[in-house]
C-alpha cells in the first residue's frame, strides 16, 4: 500500500528554538494533507489541512504563526513549530491521500517533540 | 459541532471476541474508519465502511454500522495478545471524504 513518511520520528529540542517536521509521500501524489496532534492517552486533533501550492487552513484554536505549515510539492508538506515551548511537546502525525482516490488516508508514522 | 465517544477502556480474554463501540454526531459523515494505534507508533487504517453500508466483513474484523442510531462498532473475532492497542473511530467530516475527526480511542487489552 501507499507508504507516508515522517522525519524525523523523535526530535528534543530547548524552548524557543523552531522545529521542522517533513511529511513525505513515498509512492504516490498527495494533494492533500492533514496534521494532527495527540496528546499522551489522547485522542488526534486535526490541526490544519494542507493542499499542495496553496495556504494551509487552520482549525479553529490552532495558531498559524506558531505552527507554520508548507505544501510546496505533491510528496512534501512540512509543519515548523515556531519558537517551541514546553507545552507544544506532544505527538504530531500527518496523513496524506492520493490524487482521485476516495476512502482512504495514508499515515505517517508521527513525530515525538519534546520541548526542555 | 462534530463529535466522536468511545469506551476507554476494554479488557478481554485471547481467544475471545472483542467489541469496541463508537457513537458519531454528524449524519452526512461518508466514511467512517477504524484505526488501530500501537504504543509510540502512527496510525494503522483497519477497515473503513461507506455510509450507505451496514456491515461490512474483512477476516476477523467485522463493522457493524447502525446509521439511524449513529452507531458503529467494530468486532474481533479470535482477539490475540498482539491486538492489544488502542482503537480509534473517526467520521469523515461535512464535505470531506478526508478530513477525519477522531473518538477518544478504547485500550484494548488482551489478556492470555
Avoid at chain 1, 39 to 44: E, N, T
Amino acid at each position: 500500500g501507499a507508504v507516508v513518511s515522517q522525519h524525523p520520528s523523535r526530535v528534543i529540542c530547548k524552548s524557543g528554538t523552531s522545529v521542522k517536521i517533513e511529511c513525505r509521500s513515498l509512492d504516490f501524489q498527495a494533494t492533500t494533507m492533514f496534521w494532527y496532534r495527540q496528546f499522551p492517552k489522547q485522542s488526534l486533533m486535526l490541526m490544519a489541512t494542507s493542499n499542495e501550492g496553496s495556504k494551509a487552513t487552520y482549525e479553529q484554536g490552532v495558531e498559524k504563526d506558531k505552527f507554520l505549515i508548507n505544501h510546496a510539492s505533491l510528496t512534501l508538506s512540512t509543519l515548523t513549530v515556531t519558537s517551541a515551548h514546553p507545552e507544544d511537546s506532544s505527538f504530531y502525525i500527518c496523513s496524506a491521500t492520493q490524487a482521485g482516490e476516495s476512502g482512504e488516508l495514508f499515515f505517517g508514522e508521527g513525530s515525538r517533540l519534546t520541548v526542555l | 459541532g462534530e463529535d466522536v465517544e468511545q469506551s476507554l477502556f476494554l479488557s478481554v480474554r485471547e481467544g475471545d471476541s472483542s467489541v469496541i463501540n463508537c457513537t458519531y454526531t454528524d449524519s452526512s459523515s461518508t466514511y467512517l474508519y477504524w484505526y488501530k494505534q500501537e504504543p509510540g507508533a502512527g496510525l494503522q487504517l483497519l477497515t473503513y465502511i461507506f455510509s450507505n453500508m451496514d456491515m461490512k466483513q474483512d477476516q476477523r474484523l467485522t463493522v457493524l454500522l447502525n446509521k439511524k442510531d449513529k452507531h458503529l462498532s467494530l468486532r474481533i473475532a479470535d482477539t490475540q495478545t498482539g491486538d492489544s492497542a488502542i482503537y480509534f473511530c473517526a467520521e469523515s467530516t461535512q464535505g470531506s471524504s478526508y478530513k477525519l475527526i477522531f473518538g477518544s480511542g478504547t485500550r484494548l487489552l488482551v489478556r492470555p
